[in-house]
Nanobody, 123 residues
Framework: QVQLIESGGGLVQPGGSLRLSCVVSGLPSSHYARGWFRQTPGKEREFVAGMSWFTGDRITYADSVKGRFALSRDYAKNTLILEMNNLELEDTAIYSC???????????????WGQGTQVTVSS
């Protein structure tokens, strides 16, 4: 059974930081890419960042988070980590971890999803 379990969401003021983690288990292959998406009410799910898991040498970000967010991994713990800095009001969303056969920016590139964790940026 595939499981993606996110943690680390919460309430933060503009300019603050949060660290999201996603522990993954049960995937059919260690070559599956991992990524983060976010969604706000009434909008489609939006790509945030993604990584080629096996080598970790390919990382891609959405333009809206470049320079503020950093994606990394703890390979031994099968954990994907998203460091979010200089958070803005517009970053408020439910953040979901995903795994798939392709490192892409579309939801169709990913086959497995976590339940999501709420990130709220507010003064």
């Amino acid at each position: 059974q595939v499981q993606l379990i996110e943690s680390g969401g919460g309430l933060v003021q503009p300019g603050g930081s949060l660290r999201l983690s996603c522990v993954v288990s049960g995937l059919p292959s260690s070559h599956y890419a991992r990524g983060w998406f976010r969604q706000t009410p009434g909008k489609e799910r939006e790509f945030v960042a993604g990584m080629s898991w096996f080598t970790g040498d390919r990382i891609t970000y959405a333009d809206s988070v470049k320079g503020r967010f950093a994606l990394s991994r703890d390979y031994a713990k099968n954990t994907l980590i998203l460091e979010m800095n200089n958070l803005e009001l517009e970053d408020t969303a439910i953040y979901s971890c995903a795994a798939g056969r392709w490192l892409g920016h579309d939801t169709d590139d990913y086959d497995y999803w976590g339940q999501g964790t709420q990130v709220t940026v507010s003064s």
